[in-house]
């Protein structure tokens, strides 16, 4: 018997915010995206090197400065939301030090910032989102001791779940990466959204081998000796996933491949907005240049900031605390985690510690 087949209509409003959604988890908060991405890296090719976004924030100025201002006024405004790079610091122990990373391999990101190259060469213990980013072999495993996390296991398919015309853009969306359906067919949409939501150059750099930031800083410190700490497992990521609820993920997923090469664009803004160390414009950003009216207002995105971003702040925190409590320790962490009233930054400032910006 088939699975019933529900449909769940998507609509251009909310288009842009929804699907956005979807590049925020993968590039600035899920440490996992690159290793389910990593199923894709066969079938691309050395020409998907080639990285074409744009930055959309000078057009936006030119077209629209009020839109324009009102973006500089929202980063202003966010606690915590002007530096990726920040000193810790308690009486009595040696400094430690926090970054903000993006999940992705941009020769850009991977060039630290002015002195954070020479803190992670210093630090006794290098803290990372999952300490499973060492051996994605290992990981894999792991997941697929947990296949609710990441399949359908109730007999349903990602197909059931859409209507005919969602399938077609599901379908034509994979096509375009490389990717039969067939092959996806019983994965969970989160886990396709990790194919689609990168651009083809971040694709194809994995498959050359290419770390991504997160994974890089890990590898080296055990390469030194270092000890590496993971806040999280890959499961635990996953399980936050899964805990929203499914129509939110299939109107991204769906709405992620209709934005198309748009996309690249995104992606372009949000790195340079991210090498000035101003992440907290990236969401204001996101709703200037949506092509729909758009608002972090609405439940469904309120619903993915508190599981996503909220709830994993106040986790790593609490379990980064003991060891950074011993001092002399890097930590580097999704750069969405940083900012606001309940970032880390100021989750540790709440610990005790003085939490500084880098210049």
């Known amino acids: 018997m088939k699975p019933f087949k529900r449909a ?3 609509t251009r409003k909310g288009q842009w915010i929804a699907a956005m959604r979807n590049t925020l988890s993968m590039i600035l ?3 996992l995206a690159l290793l389910f991405s990593s199923a894709t890296t066969q079938a691309q090719t050395p020409s998907d090197h080639a990285c074409t976004g744009k930055n959309l924030l000078p ?27 920040w000193k810790i610091e308690k009486p ?82 994979l096509k375009k990466r490389g990717l039969a359906l067939a092959a996806v067919n019983r994965m969970k949409p989160w886990i396709i959204a990790s194919f689609v939501a990168l651009p083809a ?31 999280e497992t890959y499961a635990e990521q996953l399980a936050a996933l899964n805990d929203l609820p499914m129509a939110f993920h299939l109107k991204s997923l769906i709405e992620t491949l209709q934005l198309g090469d748009r996309m ?15 992440i907290g414009a990236i969401v ?38 003991p ?7 890097f930590m580097a962490v999704g750069a969405l985690h940083l900012p606001g009233k309940a970032g880390l930054v100021a989750l540790l400032r709440q610990q005790g510690f003085t939490v500084t910006a880098m210049p």
């Open 8 to 10: 769940y209509p998507t």
């Open 29 to 31: 908060a899920l440490g």
């Open 59 to 85: 057009e936006l100025q030119q077209r629209d400065p009020q839109a324009y201002a009102k973006v500089a006024a929202e980063a202003a405004k966010t606690p915590n939301g002007q530096a990726i790079f």
């Open 92 to 173: 009595g122990l040696k400094p430690s030090y926090l970054l903000g990373t993006m999940h992705v391999t941009d020769p850009r990101v991977l060039t630290m910032p002015d002195g954070a190259q020479t803190a992670a060469n210093a630090a006794a213990t290098i803290i990372v989102e999952s300490d499973e980013v060492l051996d994605d072999k290992k990981a894999a495993i792991a997941l697929m001791a947990k296949p609710e996390l990441s399949m359908f296991t109730d007999g349903s398919t990602i197909t059931s779940h859409l209507t005919p015309e969602q399938v077609k853009t599901l379908e034509a969306g």
């Open 201 to 231: 150059c971040e694709l194809a750099r994995k498959a050359e081998g290419v770390s991504f930031l997160d994974k890089r800083i890990a590898q080296d410190a055990a390469k030194a000796g270092k000890r590496v700490m993971g806040l």
């Open 264 to 278: 690249n664009d995104v992606n372009e803004t949000m790195i340079d907005l991210y090498l000035k160390g101003d």
């Open 284 to 321: 204001p950003m996101l709703e200037a240049v949506s092509p729909e009216p758009s608002s972090t207002k609405d439940p469904d995105y309120a619903a993915f900031e508190q599981r996503i971003v909220l709830d994993r702040n106040k986790i790593m925190a609490a379990r980064a605390a």
């Open 323 to 329: 060891t950074l409590n011993q001092g002399n320790v």
